[in-house]
């Protein structure tokens, strides 16, 4: 069972627990990764600020940190002991390579597979990815009112700056607006999160994907072994 | 020779290939990373959002970018086949392994050294680095009308926002009165540059800092290879 969001008081990661259930708790700084390991979560998912959607900070109204996986990783590590799962911004098997070595135990990642057939993500969205007229991402709380990562479309300019931290009222407002767009195949005014890696996405079915991520992943720490023999 | 704030023409990176210099250009985005190889660099410096000091963007009044270092790796690495050295955010070892197994040639460390003995940093800009006082970073014009990296202190508040992307005309501006805020040993108005791993800086002799980065790096490698064996 994974949250995010905020942090699962310890009675319900220990019921959790005694049904057989592992418990992973999203975190984006130090001090979330302490009161997720205090609540006995099995592991940690470190959601470094390149991440796509929600950032999966426990307090709203906070300014979102804008810390990088890489050093956020350090962070926790320095901090907590749990079992750590890297993500934010990874989308080739090098980068799951580079978090393992990092520190990490395993690796997330999320839009890289936005595009397979298996995703949900209306047919707009999936173009959307690798359209060069969206060439970059920004945190926004403009169409929930929670941070989150996505394209910066026309919506994200005109209302950034105006949202409120109010999660999840804005989502209500919102919602029939980025629905009517999405019915009239207006990018414009869509909810288009995706992470910093997002001109990576293509469309393959998702077990290939997974295949080719763990090939590359493999070569990558070979070729590191052989290139810089640690004897 | 590294250049940082644009990329020098092709005749002056010819000219200095002549006399036997190597040319290092920075660069934060895939489009600076093809001018910089067009125009015959013989490696960039890839410096990601998560990097203290200011960032080397070649485009001032644009926004800078907040791509972080894996993802800006992984994208310059897919535009261009120039050696790449990563830099931003590396504290550790482990993150120099792991921005090589991520695909750079080489790692830049510059926060980390700014507490050792060697370093001209001001003693109050030094202990800053780890002050709990001090726990995060942002990028601001504040104090040289650039974008720079540097610790959240009272200064950065107050003026980040009216900035204008006037360098190094803010700069003159600023100058008194951050040596004068040194003098008095008010860090509230101080230029703390500080990369977003700042806290793990420590005094040491930057020769003992480098013999222990290499040595986790090592290690760092040994324990993924052993950990995920690549047959």
Not at 66 to 71: A, E, Y
Not at 129 to 152: I, K, Q, W
Not at 171 to 197: C, E, K, Y
Request: aromatic share 4%.
């Amino acid at each position: 069972v994974s949250f995010t969001f905020g942090c699962p008081a310890k009675d319900i990661v220990a019921n959790l627990a005694r049904r057989g259930s592992r418990v992973v708790v999203t975190v984006t700084s130090a001090a979330e990764a302490v009161l997720a390991a205090e609540a006995g979560a099995d592991a940690l998912c470190v959601q470094g600020a390149e991440a796509g959607g929600h950032r999966g900070t426990f307090d709203n109204p906070a300014r979102p940190d804008d810390m990088g996986l890489l050093p956020l990783l350090r962070t926790v590590i320095a901090t907590v002991d749990t079992p750590l799962i890297a993500a934010g911004g990874l989308s080739h098997g090098n980068d799951i390579a580079a978090v393992l070595v990092a520190g990490a135990r395993a690796a997330q990642l999320g839009t890289i597979f936005l595009a397979c057939p298996e995703s949900g993500a209306h047919k707009l969205h999936k173009e959307a990815l690798t359209d060069p007229a969206y060439p970059g991402t920004a945190v926004t709380r403009a169409f929930t009112g929670r941070p989150a990562r996505g394209l910066v479309n026309r919506f994200v300019l005109d209302h950034s700056e105006a949202a409120p931290a109010a999660y999840p009222h804005v989502r209500h407002v919102t919602r029939d607006i980025i629905r009517a767009a999405a019915q009239a195949g207006d990018t414009a005014a869509m909810f288009l999160l995706a992470g910093q890696a997002h001109r990576f996405a293509r469309e393959q079915p998702a077990a290939q994907l997974v295949r080719s991520l763990a090939e590359q992943a493999r070569a990558a720490l070979n070729q590191a072994i052989h290139r810089w023999p640690t004897g």
